[in-house]
């Protein structure tokens, strides 16, 4: 159902309860903003204090109730303490969006066992950890929704960025945790998904030098990169109701680069 805010604004996610995983970062900021804009209240799970500083501020200029749950996603058990507060505040959660994650490259022969499972952990347990410890949480909320961030280099390995085999694996592991888990929860009515973004226009990509932005753009059929607008609102539809037949869905968001 659409409510109505005292503005006269639809809200299509009105009362929602969101947990967002990597809320201080740079997509983790629009994607509350978008989720808090359709009436959620929104918790931000994050290690960066000053990024989550940031969240709160703008979930709650929207009107909406923010949680700062400052929080290493790689600890089980600290990820647990998060998952409680929030059961604790709100008594559920209706929308787990795992933001959290980031790339490092490195020439295969050259990566350390270390560096390996420094990828697996940032881009993969933390995904594992947060959905576990939210899960029960998730169960007999009306059309609960799970969201991951993947990436084209799960699809497309280096596409995008070469020497990126740890964070391609471990988001390829996002990939197959999204399918699999949709079968196992398709019959409690939560939908498991995933979006698999291209290059977005995010403050990182300021760093790009005018040689690297032209060979990157040179790759995508649209020549833009991706705006991380769109990326939160492709996000917002897959937490709709209206959404509720898509599930183990793997939703490319790259103009066109991982074609
Ligand atoms: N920006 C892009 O172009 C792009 C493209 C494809 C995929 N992605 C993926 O989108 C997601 C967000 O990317 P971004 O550009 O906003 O990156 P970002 O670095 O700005 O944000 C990532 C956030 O995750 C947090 N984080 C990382 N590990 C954590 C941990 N163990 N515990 C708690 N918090 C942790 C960081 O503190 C940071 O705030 C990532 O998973 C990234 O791999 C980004």
Request: net charge negative.
């Amino acid at each position: 159902m659409t409510h109505i805010d005292e503005r006269g604004s639809t809200m299509r996610l009105a009362g929602k309860k969101a947990v967002v995983t990597g809320a201080g970062g740079a997509l983790g900021q629009v994607i509350s903003r978008a989720l808090a804009q359709e009436g959620c209240d929104v918790a931000g799970v994050d290690l960066a204090q000053e990024g989550l500083t940031r969240f709160g501020k703008t979930v709650r200029e929207l009107g909406r109730e923010a949680l700062e749950l400052d929080t290493d996603l790689t600890d089980f058990d600290d990820v647990q303490r998060a998952a409680g507060q929030v059961r604790d505040a709100w008594g559920g959660i209706d929308i787990l969006v795992n933001g959290a994650g980031g790339g490092m490259v490195r020439p295969f022969a050259e990566m350390t066992p270390q560096e390996w499972q420094r990828m697996v952990d940032n881009n993969l347990t933390t995904v594992f950890n947060m959905t576990r410890a939210a899960l029960p949480a998730m169960r007999g909320r009306d059309g609960a929704r799970i969201v991951s961030i993947a990436s084209i280099a799960a699809l497309r390995g280096g596409r995008l960025v070469r020497n990126a085999t740890g964070y391609a694996a471990a988001k390829a592991g996002v990939v197959g945790l999204t399918k699999a888990l949709a079968i196992e929860l398709a019959e409690e009515g939560i939908t498991v998904n995933c979006v698999a973004p291209g290059a977005q226009h995010t403050p990182g990509r300021a760093r790009d030098t005018p040689e690297v932005r032209e060979a990157l753009l040179a790759q995508i059929p649209t020549r833009t990169l991706g705006r991380p607008e769109d990326l939160a609102e492709t996000i917002v539809f897959l937490c709709l109701p209206s959404a509720a037949y898509l599930t183990g869905v793997i939703l490319p968001q790259d103009g066109g680069h991982s074609i």
